[in-house]
C-alpha cells in the first residue's frame, strides 16, 4: 500500500460553486485553474474534486451520465488535464469522485438496460418482479420514497438507493465490475492519483435485511478486485465514504493487509445535534460526546489505519453553525474547531470555504434551495401536516445540504466575486468572511488555518505522534500526540464561558498555536492552545 496518504492535506472542492470564469453562474474548472496558487497557499497538498462529469444534474454530479467525459458546463478534457498538470506542478495530487454504486439514468448503460429483459446490459442494474403487484421490499430511497421504480416498458422494478434517476449498478455482474476497472485505470493512466469512493459500502447489498443498505455479503472480495486490478498497480489513494461503520468494520476495510481502501471517513460525530442522527431534527449539542467519538476512533485505527478527520463537506451544514457560536465567537470557535480536531492523528480534509469559517447562509424562501434531498424532505414532511411552512423551513435551514454548497465569498464585489452573472444557487458575503479580506488579517480563520498546517507538517508527533485523551470534563479537553520524545498538548475550551485550567495541563512549554493574544488568562471562551513539551 502507498503511504503518501499519512502526510496528505485535503482540501475538497465542490466545482459547481467554486468560481465561475464565463458568467454562466456555474463554477468550472477554468476557475479552479485560477485559484490554484491561492490553494497552494493554504498549506494543502491534495484536493479531492467533487464530480465534474457529464451529468443530467439530478443530484448535482452525483448521477453520472458518462464516466469518462467532463461536463460542458466545467469544461473539456483538455482542461481537465491543464488542471491535473497545474496541480502536479505545484506538488498538489489529485483525487477524483469515484461514483460507482449508481449512475444517472440517462448513462447509456442504463438507457439499453431498460428497453428489454434480454438487452446485453439488463444486468447492469438490479431489476425484480413486482411481488403481490407491489415493490420486491420495503426498502426506501435516501431522498425518500421507496427504493424501486416500476418501469412499465418492462413490467419489472429497478433499484435505487437514492433518487429515481440513479439506478443502482448490479456488482453481481462481472462485466460491471471490469468496467469499473477499466474506468479507473483510465482516470488513473491520464495521470489522476486517487478517488474519494461515494457510498463504496453499498456496492453490496444485503437483501436479507429489512432497510436499504449496503455491507453485503461479497463488499471485501469486489474491493480487492478493483486493488488489483487497477488501483495497486497505480498506487492509487483511496478514502471511501462508508457511514454508519465501526472502527472495526473500518479496520477491515482499510488494514493495510487487506488490499482493499487506503482510508474510510468517519461521520459519527456529524450526527451529534440532530435527534436519531436525523438532519432535520435538531437538539442540543453533546460536546463531551463529540470528543469522545473523535477520541474513540483514533483508539480504535491506531493499529493498522489511519484516521480521516472531517468536519465539513457538501452533505453538511457548516461546522461553525453546527457546532461553535456564529453570534459571539465566531473566529474562536471556527479556530477552536480546526485546532480540536486537525491536531488529532490522521488526514486532515478541509471543505471550500471551511478555511474562511463560514457559517451558513440564510435562506428567506423554499425557491432559494437546489438541492434534490431538501426539495423531497420538504415535500414529505409537509404531508404529513405535523409542521406550519415556517417550521419547514427552520428545519431545512438547519440540515440542508445547501448550507454547504453556496458559493465561495472571494471579494466584496457583486455575488462576492463568484460570478458576474446569475448564480445557480444563492451567494452569501458577509462582512469579514471573505478570501480578500481574510488574506489582509493576519487574525482571520485563512491565517490561522495556514499556520496549523504548517505546523502539522513541521512537527513529527504532530504529524503521526501517538495520541492519548488526557481529559474531557466540562466542555474542557486535553490530549497529547508524543513522537521523538516530543509531546504536543491540545487544550481546549469547548464553551463560550471562562474556564479553569485542568490538572493536566503542561506547566512550561512553548506555545505553537493559540487562537488568543494571551500568554496566560486561560481558558478563555473557545481557546484552543497547542503547547509543545519535551
Ligand atoms: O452521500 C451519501 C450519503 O449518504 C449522505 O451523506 C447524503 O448526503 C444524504 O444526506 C443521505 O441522506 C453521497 C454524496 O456525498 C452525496 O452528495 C450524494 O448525493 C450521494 O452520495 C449519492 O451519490
Ligand atoms: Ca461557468
Same mark, same amino acid.
Given at each position: 500500500?502507498?503511504?503518501?496518504?499519512?502526510?496528505?492535506?485535503?482540501?475538497?472542492?465542490?466545482?459547481?460553486?467554486?468560481?465561475?470564469?464565463?458568467?454562466?453562474?456555474?463554477?468550472? $474548472?477554468? &476557475?479552479?485553474?485560477?485559484?490554484?496558487?491561492y490553494?497552494?497557499s493554504?498549506?494543502?497538498?491534495?484536493?479531492?474534486?467533487?464530480p465534474?462529469?457529464?451529468?443530467?444534474?439530478d443530484?448535482?454530479?452525483?448521477?453520472?451520465s458518462?464516466?469518462?467525459?467532463?461536463?460542458?458546463?466545467?469544461g473539456?478534457?483538455?482542461e481537465f488535464?491543464?488542471?491535473l498538470? &497545474?496541480?502536479h506542478?505545484?506538488g498538489? @495530487?489529485?483525487?477524483?469522485?469515484?461514483?460507482?454504486?449508481?449512475?444517472?439514468?440517462?448513462h447509456q448503460?442504463?438507457?439499453?438496460?431498460?428497453?428489454s429483459?434480454?438487452?446485453?446490459?439488463?444486468?447492469?442494474?438490479?431489476w425484480?418482479?413486482p411481488?403481490?403487484g407491489k415493490?420486491?421490499?420495503?426498502?426506501?430511497? +435516501?431522498?425518500?420514497g421507496?427504493?424501486?421504480?416500476?418501469?412499465?416498458?418492462?413490467?419489472q422494478?429497478? !433499484?435505487?438507493?437514492?433518487?429515481?434517476?440513479q439506478?443502482d449498478?448490479?456488482?453481481?455482474?462481472?462485466?460491471?465490475?471490469?468496467?469499473i476497472?477499466?474506468?479507473?485505470?483510465?482516470?488513473?493512466?491520464m495521470?489522476?492519483?486517487?478517488?474519494?469512493?461515494?457510498?463504496?459500502?453499498?456496492i453490496?447489498?444485503d437483501?436479507?435485511?429489512?432497510y436499504a443498505?449496503?455491507? &453485503?455479503?461479497r463488499?471485501?472480495?469486489f474491493?480487492?478486485?478493483?486493488?488489483?486490478?487497477?488501483?495497486?498497480?497505480?498506487? +492509487?489513494?483511496?478514502?471511501?465514504?462508508?457511514?454508519? %461503520?465501526?472502527?472495526?468494520?473500518a479496520?477491515?476495510?482499510?488494514?493495510?493487509?487487506?488490499? =482493499? %481502501?487506503?482510508?474510510t471517513?468517519?461521520?459519527?460525530?456529524?450526527l451529534?445535534?440532530r435527534?436519531?442522527?436525523?438532519?432535520?431534527?435538531?437538539e442540543?449539542?453533546d460536546?463531551k460526546?463529540f470528543?469522545?467519538?473523535? +477520541?474513540?476512533w =483514533?483508539?480504535? %485505527?491506531?493499529?493498522?489505519?489511519y484516521?480521516?478527520l472531517?468536519?465539513?463537506?457538501?452533505?453538511?451544514p457548516r461546522?461553525l453553525?453546527?457546532?461553535?457560536d @456564529?453570534?459571539?465567537y465566531?473566529?474562536?470557535?471556527?479556530?477552536?474547531l480546526?485546532?480540536? !480536531?486537525?491536531?488529532m492523528?490522521?488526514?486532515p480534509?478541509?471543505?471550500?470555504g471551511q478555511?474562511?469559517?463560514?457559517?451558513d447562509p440564510?435562506?428567506?424562501s423554499? =425557491?432559494?434551495?437546489?438541492?434534490?434531498e431538501?426539495?423531497n424532505?420538504y415535500?414529505? $414532511?409537509?404531508?404529513?401536516g405535523?409542521?406550519?411552512d415556517?417550521?419547514l423551513?427552520?428545519k431545512?435551514?438547519y440540515?440542508?445540504?445547501?448550507?454547504?454548497?453556496?458559493?465561495m465569498p472571494?471579494?466584496?464585489?457583486k =455575488?462576492?466575486g463568484?460570478?458576474t452573472?446569475?448564480?445557480?444557487l444563492?451567494?452569501?458575503?458577509?462582512?469579514?468572511?471573505?478570501?480578500?479580506?481574510?488574506e489582509?488579517?493576519?487574525k482571520?480563520?485563512?491565517?490561522?488555518?495556514?499556520?496549523?498546517f504548517e505546523?502539522r507538517?513541521?512537527?513529527?508527533a504532530l504529524?503521526?505522534?501517538?495520541?492519548?485523551?488526557l481529559?474531557?470534563?466540562?466542555?474542557?479537553?486535553?490530549?497529547?500526540?508524543?513522537?521523538?520524545?516530543?509531546t504536543?498538548?491540545?487544550?481546549?475550551?469547548?464553551?463560550?464561558e471562562?474556564?479553569?485550567?485542568?490538572?493536566?495541563f503542561?506547566?512550561g512549554?512553548?506555545?505553537?498555536?493559540?487562537?488568543?493574544?494571551?500568554?496566560?488568562?486561560? %481558558?478563555?471562551?473557545?481557546?484552543?492552545?497547542?503547547?509543545?513539551?519535551?
Amino acid at each position: 500500500m502507498e503511504q503518501w496518504h499519512k502526510e496528505a492535506v485535503v482540501y475538497q472542492i465542490y466545482p459547481k460553486s467554486y468560481l465561475d470564469t464565463n458568467g454562466d453562474g456555474i463554477g468550472d $474548472l477554468r &476557475g479552479i485553474i485560477n485559484k490554484l496558487d491561492y490553494i497552494k497557499s493554504l498549506g494543502v497538498n491534495t484536493v479531492w474534486l467533487s464530480p465534474c462529469y457529464p451529468s443530467p444534474g439530478d443530484d448535482n454530479g452525483y448521477d453520472i451520465s458518462d464516466y469518462r467525459g467532463i461536463a460542458a458546463e466545467y469544461g473539456t478534457l483538455e482542461e481537465f488535464k491543464e488542471l491535473l498538470d &497545474g496541480m502536479h506542478s505545484r506538488g498538489i @495530487r489529485l483525487l477524483m469522485d469515484l461514483v460507482v454504486n449508481h449512475t444517472s439514468d440517462e448513462h447509456q448503460w442504463f438507457v439499453e438496460s431498460r428497453k428489454s429483459r434480454d438487452n446485453p446490459y439488463r444486468d447492469y442494474y438490479i431489476w425484480r418482479d413486482p411481488v403481490d403487484g407491489k415493490e420486491p421490499n420495503g426498502w426506501t430511497a +435516501a431522498f425518500g420514497g421507496s427504493a424501486w421504480e416500476y418501469d412499465e416498458a418492462t413490467g419489472q422494478y429497478y !433499484l435505487h438507493l437514492f433518487s429515481k434517476k440513479q439506478p443502482d449498478l448490479n456488482w453481481e455482474n462481472p462485466k460491471v465490475r471490469q468496467e469499473i476497472a477499466d474506468m479507473i485505470n483510465y482516470w488513473l493512466d491520464m495521470g489522476v492519483d486517487g478517488f474519494r469512493c461515494d457510498v463504496i459500502n453499498n456496492i453490496s447489498k444485503d437483501f436479507t435485511r429489512p432497510y436499504a443498505g449496503g455491507n &453485503g455479503p461479497r463488499l471485501h472480495e469486489f474491493l480487492h478486485e478493483l486493488h488489483v486490478k487497477a488501483l495497486e498497480p497505480h498506487k +492509487a489513494l483511496t478514502v471511501g465514504e462508508t457511514w454508519g %461503520l465501526t472502527p472495526a468494520q473500518a479496520l477491515d476495510l482499510t488494514g493495510e493487509a487487506r488490499g =482493499e %481502501l487506503t482510508m474510510t471517513f468517519q461521520f459519527e460525530h456529524l450526527l451529534l445535534g440532530r435527534v436519531g442522527g436525523d438532519k432535520f431534527d435538531p437538539e442540543p449539542l453533546d460536546k463531551k460526546a463529540f470528543v469522545d467519538i473523535l +477520541a474513540k476512533w =483514533e483508539e480504535g %485505527l491506531k493499529e493498522d489505519s489511519y484516521p480521516v478527520l472531517v468536519m465539513e463537506n457538501h452533505d453538511q451544514p457548516r461546522a461553525l453553525s453546527r457546532f461553535g457560536d @456564529r453570534e459571539n465567537y465566531p473566529y474562536e470557535s471556527a479556530t477552536m474547531l480546526a485546532a480540536l !480536531l486537525y491536531g488529532m492523528r490522521g488526514v486532515p480534509f478541509i471543505y471550500q470555504g471551511q478555511e474562511l469559517g463560514l457559517h451558513d447562509p440564510t435562506f428567506q424562501s423554499l =425557491e432559494e434551495y437546489r438541492d434534490i434531498e431538501t426539495l423531497n424532505a420538504y415535500a414529505e $414532511l409537509k404531508a404529513t401536516g405535523k409542521w406550519t411552512d415556517e417550521e419547514l423551513l427552520a428545519k431545512m435551514q438547519y440540515g440542508s445540504r445547501d448550507c454547504g454548497r453556496v458559493p465561495m465569498p472571494w471579494n466584496t464585489e457583486k =455575488e462576492g466575486g463568484f460570478t458576474t452573472g446569475t448564480p445557480w444557487l444563492k451567494t452569501q458575503i458577509d462582512p469579514g468572511f471573505t478570501v480578500a479580506e481574510q488574506e489582509e488579517d493576519p487574525k482571520s480563520v485563512l491565517n490561522f488555518y495556514r499556520k496549523l498546517f504548517e505546523l502539522r507538517k513541521s512537527i513529527p508527533a504532530l504529524a503521526d505522534g501517538e495520541f492519548k485523551l488526557l481529559w474531557n470534563e466540562d466542555d474542557v479537553s486535553v490530549y497529547t500526540r508524543t513522537a521523538e520524545g516530543v509531546t504536543v498538548y491540545v487544550v481546549c475550551n469547548f464553551s463560550a464561558e471562562k474556564k479553569d485550567i485542568p490538572s493536566c495541563f503542561p506547566h512550561g512549554g512553548a506555545i505553537l498555536l493559540n487562537n488568543y493574544d494571551n500568554e496566560k488568562e486561560w %481558558l478563555q471562551p473557545y481557546q484552543a492552545l497547542w503547547i509543545k513539551t519535551r
